[in-house]
């Protein structure tokens, strides 16, 4: 399981199907202390949904009052940044997650 420090506070990272039956790729759940991404978009996706969310949990904590359109400017304009200088810690948080475990609800399945 990955965990990231946003705060001061433990959150879990991890790949969640029930996300692609509300039509997103991710969620940001400050009650579960979770970050779901969306296992059945691409890698790339992904990669900015994990950014999006860490950029909402900083607008939760930090207070900003940020609109979601800015999250999504600023998700987008990082992401690319990021990938074109190199900079790949994403792809690192998300190639430690179990790819064969994913969490539906309260229950774990394993996908075939």
């Not at 879990?12 to 039509?23: A, C, E, I, N, P």
Request: hydrophobic share 40%.
């Amino acid at each position: 399981m990955t965990e990231l420090d946003l705060y001061g506070f433990k959150y879990r990272v991890l790949f969640d199907v029930s996300v692609d039956d509300h039509g997103i790729s991710g969620e940001f759940r400050q009650r579960r202390s979770e970050i779901a991404i969306n296992p059945r978009v691409s890698k790339q996706e992904q990669e900015e949904t994990l950014l999006h969310e860490i950029i909402e949990a900083l607008n939760e904590f930090g207070c900003f009052d940020f609109e979601h359109e800015t999250i999504s400017r600023l998700s987008h304009g990082l992401f690319q940044i990021f990938k074109t200088n190199g900079i790949d810690f994403l792809s690192q948080i998300l190639n430690s997650l179990d790819p064969f475990w994913q969490i539906i609800g309260t229950n774990w399945f394993k996908l075939n």
